[in-house]
């Protein structure tokens, strides 16, 4: 009896000096770090709306029959803008249509009137001026710089958008009529129009304030290496200037931009 207590007292004294299982911690995972926030992306530049159908009419030797049948379509409530076809041959380009039905009806009833003769109807997806079509953004940009290096020497005329002359703002927007593309015709609506950019590409548009102030009053078409082409004022003819030239750069206001 003796020995049996014994070992039961030795069981208990065993059971409590031994090393109890270790728990093993609970663990927490980890939470997730917080998602970064995506840096902000600049507002898209805002697309310029495309012409619809357009018409072509006229093949003038002289610059200034084109800039009479231009004079006549503006006074009929009709967008026109000439062009060099080639050197030594101008055309003219009109109007703004949502169909070929449309466009033509209104050919066919200007014929009719004796205002022009043979027309042709440009597809808003004809290349411009005969030139190869863009098949990417700095084809464009080429094509706006090459169009405004066609008007090189004609005269200014304030508030002219004929062959008679060309005021800055009407210079800009037929480069771009020109290109298929709505351009506002008020210097300062286009320069609202488009996207600020630090660093103006080919066919972009640089603003000045040249009458004093900080509004926009002047604006010419970007050709690239500091170049630009403008219609410079009265008795001027449209000409290249350099944003350098200590005149432009103390008055420039900055570029916009409507085609990226």
Known sequence: MRSVIQVVLAGLLL???????PVPPRTVPPRPAPAKAAPARPAPAPRLARLGFTIQAGAFARVENA????DLLQSRGLDAVYYAAQPG??????????????ARARAEALRAAGVIQEFYLVAPEEPPLARPAPRELAGLRANLVETAATYLGVPYLWGGTTPKGFDCSGLAMAVYRLNG????RNSRAQFEAGTRTA??????????????GSEVSHVGIYAGDDVFIHAPGRGRRIARERLGDPYYRDRYLG???YLD
């Open 67 to 70: 800039s009479r049948l231009a």
């Open 199 to 212: 660093t103006p590409s080919p066919g972009d548009l640089v603003f000045f304030a040249t009458a004093g």
């Open 15 to 21: 059971a409590g000096c031994s090393t109890p299982r």
């Open 255 to 257: 570029a916009r931009s």
């Open 181 to 184: 593309l709505q351009l506002p």
């Open 89 to 102: 041959l101008y055309r003219v380009r009109f109007g703004d249509f949502p169909t070929r039905e449309a």
